[in-house]
T-cell receptor, first 115, second 110 residues
Framework: DAMVIQNPRYQVTQFGKPVTLSCSQTLNHNVMYWYQQKSSQAPKLLFH???????NEADTPDNFQSRRPNTSFCFLDIRSPGLGDAAMYLC??????????????FGPGTRLTVL | RKEVEQDPGPFNVPEGATVAFNCTYSNSASQSFFWYRQDCRKEPKLLMS???SGNEDGRFTAQLNRASQYISLLIRDSKLSDSATYLCVVNINSWGKLQFGAGTQVVVTP
């Protein structure tokens, strides 16, 4: 019944070693989002895809990239993780109606540790 | 000024009591409002959408005051399982970008 799936749930990487987080959805939503959430802070939007259109937030570092090969899958690539990138990464989906009134459905998140 | 502001709490609530808290938002053009619940180290989950006329879902009541730009959440007959962080979420543009508050922590005690 899982609707938004994230893998892995926990990821440990070394400083500077590239890492890829994955997200898949069974909702057939046309919008997919990636958020970064640090402890006791609000989720921060990194970027989103509206279908195949990629939309980067102005303050998202170049170190973060994303790919969406099809409707169901979306990936977050961190090219050279730093200690400050340790966080929970949340994937969310939305769609099916007017974007401005859509709710978003979150995956369980991937907790990234950088050593 | 933050786009969405919440009292971080914690609100310590005896089981069975009522607790209420607010959230203020800065973008007067916002059209959609939500309360999400987030348990420790878990993902946010939608608790309820907030409609202009206010709405109720069981023990939870949400109110929207557009003139003063705040949203409230009231929890009646608090249960231990209501202990969580409640995130106020506001849609801030036409394509559905959400702005999250940092959350209000609620701790229900026996």
């Amino acid at each position: 019944d899982a609707m938004v799936i994230q893998n892995p749930r926990y990821q440990v990487t070394q400083f500077g070693k590239p890492v890829t987080l994955s997200c898949s959805q069974t909702l057939n939503h046309n919008v997919m989002y990636w958020y970064q959430q640090k402890s006791s802070q609000a989720p921060k939007l990194l970027f989103h895809y509206y279908d195949k259109d990629f939309n980067n937030e102005a303050d998202t570092p170049d170190n973060f990239q994303s790919r969406r090969p099809n409707t169901s899958f979306c990936f977050l690539d961190i090219r050279s993780p730093g200690l400050g990138d340790a966080a929970m990464y949340l994937c969310a989906t939305g769609g099916g109606g007017t974007p401005s009134t859509d709710t978003q459905y979150f995956g369980p998140g991937t907790r990234l540790t950088v050593l | 000024r933050k786009e969405v502001e919440q009292d971080p709490g914690p609100f310590n609530v005896p089981e069975g009591a009522t607790v209420a808290f607010n959230c203020t938002y800065s973008n007067s053009a916002s059209q959609s409002f939500f309360w999400y619940r987030q348990d420790c180290r878990k993902e946010p989950k939608l608790l309820m959408s907030v409609y202009s006329s206010g709405n109720e879902d069981g023990r939870f009541t949400a109110q929207l005051n557009r003139a003063s730009q705040y949203i409230s959440l009231l929890i009646r007959d608090s249960k231990l399982s209501d202990s969580a962080t409640y995130l106020c979420v506001v849609n801030i543009n036409s394509w559905g970008k959400l702005q999250f508050g940092a959350g209000t922590q609620v701790v229900v005690t026996p």
